[in-house]
């Protein structure tokens, strides 16, 4: 081979000088700190020094030269020595006898190097001579490197536990240095040529394997474990794809070549281009990747899951999003979603009547998710087995805990629905994660609901404490109010006192009678309204005043259509004659806030919708727009707080007090609403025939005795 020329030869230099000292370092290090019971220990010493010569003399005079092949090759037999004193680390020398005969045929082919040079050294001056010689060399060089791995595989496998400890960094250092002399001389007996690159690296490759043996050979070393983390480990899965791919390339083009002719080059041609849009198509994709990751945590580790990883990537995103809009919601469906590797999910929490509600979703925006997600029934038995629903067994009808007749139509119908998983807290199911089915499809078990169990436990005490902490500014900013309401009502009070006074003083003193009565009517005017004023604020946290009575649901509607005409277009969609228990001034008024929301979100040509029906047991009324939307964020935690609005200089009042008048008539509301579509309100108020039916059920049985 040509010696090396320019930056090639002092890269080489340096490479071979680096690996001499480190082999030499090694050996010195043995010899001082080794443990001087192993069995291989006088090989290794001699392998380390071997490797130092041959570096020196590869740096010296060139890989090349005779001399540097002889040092070469007793590097080599010493490193069969340290293979074949290995096996005395766990007493297989003896029993192994098939061995020795294998040890022994190495080395004869390793001796075989000698003989070569001598014939090239006669008749190396003949093409055909060298050529054969070279491809002879390379032959053997290659079958002693197999040879070798075969013992280290069959070593390694072999061992017991605590002689694995011995074998360990030895193993893998003479692993490492056969198993780069194999890729060396297989690539040099394919082109006819050795690799200039590889020729160069080779001399530090052999000093890190001789430093490996060191570690190996101290008492220290025994201890030492390699273990790589999971990201390295797909990334180098990844390099050994993209080698293999880089190798068959170099296989394909070699056998083209050999044929000749224009068909070998079109050959190479289509074969280059098909590769590169393969390896475009292929290599950055996610479905690539993902599958390249499920392949290796199946087949290479014991558990599905890296818990330190996961764990630690759990908390920095629930601490902190990856994006600055991100909310807290979305950012615990996207810590849970992240370690199954599905691309989406949605948060549902549970409201104060046990239902699922949707608060928050993360990259499922097309996911159709019903106002009531689930009913309580669900809530329940999630609730009480902490049971992880799967939906592919729901949809292939497997049942555990008698969960289908409970499990919602949406989570059935949609296809992409994967897996619901309860978030409790203190034992009480505070919402549940909807997760997107990953890229790779894959089943559920065992591990997944252990780890998605815990995550969930752990993601729900973060929910609960943020309730817990809004629950603390919502009852600070209710004490603030309050004490201002109290210096207000103090002299709204004061204020209508002295105006009363005022009036009758005026009755028995004013000389003008046209001036009386005026001042008359001004007066018991002002201090109706002042009154009435007192009245409403009064109201606040204690409920309407009015008595429960019977009212129309279709007077109610037509009443407060009329009520907007001119302002906005308020249309009646349906109007049942439905009779409801309830306050028919605090229905109004409460409706009036809610409708007064409905315009205020809705363009000046899009009407606002009014229906009253019956539904069962209950009379009901919605009220629909098409106007702008709101989140499900805000639905869940902003629209029914007081203090919190959306509009531009609003008190954040006016759907809280709706709420609580509602609710102190026994009824409830509901919103369903999704941005840019519009938003339903839906009062629900308990007929009047319940009140019968609970007269009925309270008038004591007749006993049998008794008379009619």
Request: hydrophobic content about 50%; proline content about 4%; glycine content about 8%.
């Amino acid at each position: 081979m040509p010696p090396f020329d320019g930056l090639e030869f002092y890269a080489s230099l340096a490479c071979y000088f680096a690996g001499g000292v480190l082999s030499a370092g090694a050996g010195f290090w043995i010899a001082r700190f080794g443990d001087r019971g192993r069995p291989d220990r006088s090989f290794l010493l001699l392998a380390c020094f071997a490797t130092a010569a041959w570096c020196a003399l590869a740096a010296g005079l060139g890989p090349f030269q005779p001399i540097t092949t002889l040092a070469e090759t007793a590097r080599n037999l010493a490193l069969i020595g340290v293979i074949f004193r290995l096996f005395s680390a766990d007493g297989r020398d003896e029993s192994l006898k098939p061995i020795r005969p294998v040890i022994i045929a190495l080395a004869l082919v390793q001796l075989f190097q000698p003989v070569l040079l001598l014939i090239q050294y006669r008749a190396g001056y003949v093409p055909e001579i060298a050529s054969l010689t070279f491809e002879v060399s390379s032959v053997l060089n290659m079958l002693v490197a197999i040879g070798a791995l075969v013992l280290l595989h069959n070593l390694y496998a072999g061992a017991g536990a605590a002689s694995r400890q011995v074998l360990r960094w030895s193993g893998i250092a003479l692993a490492f240095s056969f198993g780069y002399d194999l890729n060396l001389y297989t690539i040099a007996y394919l082109v006819g040529e050795y690799p200039d690159m590889l020729v160069t690296l080779r001399g530090i490759i052999a000093g890190i394997a001789a430093a490996m043996l060191a570690f190996g050979g101290s008492v220290a070393g025994r201890g030492l474990q390699f273990r790589p983390s999971r990201a390295v480990t797909f990334q180098t899965l990844s390099l050994l794809v993209i080698a293999s791919y880089l190798i068959i390339m170099v296989l394909v083009t070699r056998s083209l070549t050999l044929i000749g002719g224009d068909l070998a080059r079109a050959g190479q041609v289509v074969f280059l281009v098909l590769g590169i849009l393969v390896a475009a198509a292929w290599l950055p994709s996610k479905r690539v990747r993902g599958w390249l990751r499920v392949t290796a945590t199946k087949h290479l580790f014991q558990h599905r899951y890296d818990y330190r990883e996961e764990w630690l990537r759990f908390t920095r995103t629930v601490g902190r999003g990856s994006k600055a809009d991100a909310s807290f919601h979305e950012r615990a469906v996207k810590a849970i979603a992240d370690m199954t590797d599905s691309p989406a999910g949605v948060l549902l929490v549970s409201n104060e009547e046990a239902q699922l509600e949707l608060t928050a979703r993360w990259n499922w925006s097309m996911l159709e998710v019903p106002g009531i997600a689930g009913e309580y029934e669900l809530t329940a038995l999630l609730e009480k087995h902490n049971y992880i629903l799967d939906l592919d067994e729901v949809r292939s009808g497997v049942e555990h805990h008698g969960e289908l007749p409970h499990v919602p139509e949406w989570l059935r119908e949609a296809e992409d629905v994967w897996a619901v998983v309860p978030l409790i807290h203190f034992d009480r199911l505070v919402g549940a994660i909807v997760l997107a089915r990953p890229r790779i499809e894959r089943s559920l078990d065992w591990e997944d609901f252990d780890l998605l169990r815990v995550a969930g436990q752990q993601l729900a005490s973060y929910l609960a404490e943020q309730a817990g902490q809004q629950a603390l500014m919502d009852a600070s900013r209710f004490d603030e109010f309050n004490r201002r309401m109290a210096f207000v009502m103090h002299d709204i009070k004061n204020l209508a006192s002295q105006m009363s006074l005022l009036s009758a003083n005026a009755q028995k003193h004013a000389d003008n009678p046209e001036f009386r009565a005026d001042m008359l009517v001004t007066l018991r005017n002002s201090s109706e309204k002042l009154e009435a004023l007192l009245a409403r604020l009064g109201r606040y946290g204690s409920g309407p005043v009015e008595e429960i009575q019977e009212v129309q649901l279709d007077g109610v509607v037509r009443r407060l259509a009329d009520r907007f005409v001119g302002v906005h277009p308020v249309s009646i969609a349906q109007s049942e004659r439905v009779a409801v228990l309830a306050s028919g001034e605090a229905l109004e008024q409460a409706l009036i806030h809610l409708i007064q929301n409905a315009i205020d979100a809705s363009d000046n040509e899009n009407p606002v919708f009014l229906s009253a029906t019956m539904q069962g047991l209950n009379g009901q009324i919605e009220i629909v727009d098409a106007g702008h939307g709101m989140s499900p964020e805000f639905v869940r935690s902003g629209l029914f707080k007081p203090f919190i609005s959306s509009k531009q200089g609003g008190f954040g009042i006016g759907a809280f007090e709706a709420r609580e008048m509602i609710k102190a008539m026994g009824g409830r509301v509901t919103v369903e609403s999704r941005e840019g579509v519009g938003t339903r309100f839906t009062v629900t108020l308990p007929i009047v025939e319940t009140r019968n039916l609970a007269s009925l059920s309270d008038t004591p049985a007749q006993q049998p005795n008794e008379v009619a």
